[in-house]
């Protein structure tokens, strides 16, 4: 058996405000992982949402971020509201499937149906 994680879609999580998306197992080797913090420009990368980029694709799957984290624990920092939702594309062995789970209202789809 094969599995392939193709795409992560974050929308409000932690520090990601609005949707953004990220293509994963594009290739082989190494990814150096960095970040801009906007927030507050002179902390350089500190504090720009690294970890909690990669605490996305657990907390889709199993339902808390390897920290222990829970769904009323991701929500936005901004307080501007919304629902958050991760959503990730994978394949095993050649079957692609779609993985989303949200918090506030909680939900979790595979493929497009409640599980």
Known sequence: MQL?????IIEN??????????LLGTGAGLNF?????Q???RLGSN??????????????????TTDGLLSTDIRPWDDKGGCTE???MLSINDAKHV???????NHL???GDPV
Do not use: M, Q, Y
């Not at 392939?4 to 992560?8: A, E, I, M």
């Not at 504090?47 to 808390?64: I, R």
């Not at 993985?99 to 209202?105: H, L, Q, Y």
């Open 4 to 8: 392939t994680f193709n795409k992560l």
């Open 13 to 22: 999580f932690g520090p990601f405000a609005g949707k953004h998306t990220f």
């Open 33 to 37: 992982l960095r970040g801009e913090n």
């Open 39 to 41: 927030a507050e420009p």
């Open 47 to 64: 504090g720009a949402g690294k970890s909690k980029l990669l605490n996305a694709l657990p907390w889709c799957l199993f339902g808390k």
């Open 86 to 88: 991760v959503c990730v």
């Open 99 to 105: 993985i989303a789970r949200g918090a506030a209202p």
């Open 109 to 111: 789809l595979l493929d």
